[in-house]
């Protein structure tokens, strides 16, 4: 809590009367806390909002790859804007990153979900031997997941293509090509991801759970609901802000997805992969189309900034139920 501190002065006029004046200042504990701000105020500045001004002013530009070398660019205003949006390979991009966002988020959320109620029905030892485990491998870096999913994917010696020869079901797909076919590489695409953010969702989520108070269950339980009316009656709405929370920041990373895209399939087989992030890339530094690329971007930045706002809506929302 802030510290004010309230001075009073008390000065005379030319005819004699007195005047109080009060003073607020800011208190010392303030002070520092702006003080110790300062710096990672700084550090914000200069990493997000300085290349973000520079990006849209760039979005305004017809920068390209002679920009680069001689620095010259001309200001086109709205005109980068009218031909992304008047690009047809734009919106199958946009309708491509919206399908997979919705499968990824979808399965991801179902899924963690799941692993979150089953981690309540473990032994406390078991519950932190599985959160440690989930956490290792949320935390290893996208990239190494990737080449370890394209290990596995591999034609002639891939484990996966292994696997399915042996069950006799699929034929022989030992040389099969998961990266060249688009259905086989979106089933690959949406396994890496997937797998990549169940642990994230699923540690959350067993944490809400943990944090429903055991007379709601109790009393459910009293009345006759059985498991699955349980769950879906007392704790979803319990763990409901929880589970918002989860859903809107899938949401936000899957529809920002690049790495796992690029590492797989680089957004082929004749772009059938290429999702918003891919598209801008080779717009941008494949093309070297800068300006149109940094138009994409901050479409694509509005776009994630309306998904945000539905989000502290309904936050806001929930504050006046409360209140």
């Given at each position: 809590?802030?510290?004010?501190?309230?001075?009073v002065?008390i000065s005379?006029?030319?005819?004699?009367?007195?005047?109080?004046?009060?003073?607020?200042?800011?208190?010392?504990s303030?002070?520092?806390?702006?003080?110790?701000?300062?710096?990672?105020?700084?550090?914000?500045?200069a990493?997000?909002?300085?290349?973000l001004?520079?990006?849209?002013?760039t979005?305004?530009?017809?920068?390209?790859?002679?920009?680069?070398?001689?620095?010259?660019f001309n200001?086109?205003?709205?005109?980068?804007?009218?031909?992304v949006?008047?690009?047809?390979?734009?919106?199958?991009s946009?309708?491509?990153?919206?399908l997979?966002?919705a499968?990824?988020?979808?399965?991801?959320?179902?899924?963690?979900?799941?692993?979150?109620?089953?981690?309540?029905?473990?032994?406390?030892?078991t519950q932190y031997?599985v959160?440690?485990?989930?956490?290792?491998a949320?935390?290893?870096?996208?990239?190494?997941?990737?080449e370890?999913?394209n290990?596995?994917?591999?034609?002639?010696?891939?484990v996966?293509?292994?696997l399915?020869?042996?069950?006799?079901?699929f034929?022989d797909?030992?040389?099969?090509?998961?990266?060249?076919?688009?259905?086989?590489?979106?089933?690959?695409?949406?396994?890496?991801?997937v797998?990549?953010?169940?642990?994230?969702?699923?540690?959350?989520m067993?944490?809400a759970?943990?944090?429903?108070?055991?007379s709601c269950?109790?009393?459910?339980?009293?009345?006759?609901?059985g498991?699955?009316?349980?769950?879906?009656?007392?704790?979803?709405?319990?763990?409901k802000?929880?589970?918002?929370?989860?859903?809107?920041?899938?949401?936000?990373?899957?529809?920002?997805?690049f790495?796992?895209?690029?590492?797989?399939?680089?957004?082929g087989?004749d772009?059938?992969?290429?999702?918003?992030?891919?598209?801008?890339?080779?717009?941008?530094f494949?093309?070297?189309?800068?300006?149109?690329?940094?138009?994409?971007?901050?479409?694509t930045?509005?776009?994630?900034?309306?998904?945000?706002?539905?989000?502290?809506?309904?936050?806001l929302?929930s504050?006046?139920?409360?209140?």
């Open positions: 809590m802030s510290e004010v501190t309230r001075s002065k005379r006029r030319r005819n004699g009367h007195p005047v109080v004046r009060e003073e607020h200042k800011l208190g010392y303030t002070k520092t806390a702006m003080l110790l701000l300062t710096p990672s105020g700084l550090i914000l500045g990493l997000v909002v300085v290349p001004i520079f990006l849209v002013f979005s305004f530009t017809d920068f390209n790859q002679r920009t680069l070398f001689t620095g010259e200001v086109v205003g709205l005109s980068t804007y009218a031909a949006l008047a690009d047809s390979e734009f919106w199958w946009v309708v491509r990153t919206v997979l966002m499968a990824c988020v979808a399965g991801t959320v179902l899924l963690g979900m799941a692993v979150a109620q089953f981690m309540t029905k473990l032994g406390k030892v031997i959160t440690v485990t989930m956490i290792l949320w935390a290893m870096p996208e990239v190494a997941s990737a370890v999913w290990w596995l994917f591999q034609p002639g010696y891939g996966i293509n292994w399915l020869t042996q069950l006799h079901v034929g797909v030992t040389n099969v090509s998961w990266a060249n076919d688009a259905r086989l590489a979106y089933i690959c695409i949406w396994l890496l991801v797998w990549q953010a169940i642990p994230f969702v699923a540690v959350t067993f944490a759970i943990q944090q429903v108070d055991p269950i109790e009393a459910a339980k009293i009345d006759g609901a498991p699955v009316r349980l769950y879906w009656m007392i704790t979803i709405p319990l763990v802000p929880t589970l918002l929370l989860v859903t809107v920041l899938s949401i936000i990373w899957d529809f920002n997805i790495n796992q895209i690029w590492l797989v399939s680089k957004g087989p772009n059938a992969t290429a999702n918003l992030g891919v598209f801008t890339y080779k717009k941008a494949v093309g070297f189309d800068i300006g149109n690329g940094a138009a994409i971007s901050v479409i930045t509005l776009m994630l900034l309306a998904l945000t706002a539905v989000y502290i809506r309904s936050l929302k504050g006046e139920d409360l209140v």
